[in-house]
């Protein structure tokens, strides 16, 4: 007797074992000790592609851009950099204010922006 129920539930249970064997398995992603910036002024047109360590500072008109961390994808898996800045706008006669604090990422810039009237900045990827 033929029972398609039966027949169709195994295909579906065969794609699925194919599936899962597929599916990339995550990893961590990799500490790197420096990063690869870039500033736009927006005003001047200006840019500046950059390197900095971690830890370190770097002004850029009146921002200061701290690297606290930079991570990219092992080289097996889909690229991807990440990294976390500090950032700090310093206007003369002005308190310093936080103008952005987090991840950036390598692709998709626009996921989590520096939101800046006159700067941008952005990563371009993680340095050895």
Known sequence: MFRPAAGLLGAVALLASVAVQAAPIPSQMIERPAAKLQWLDKVTARTSTFTMKVGETKAMSSL???????????????PESAAFL???????????????SGWMFASSPALSAMENPIYDVWVLGCEQ
């Open 64 to 78: 200061r851009i701290t690297l606290r961390a930079c991570r990219e994808n092992p080289p097996i898996e889909t």
């Open 86 to 100: 500090e950032v700090t706008e310093i206007k003369p006669g002005e308190q310093a204010e936080q103008v952005f």
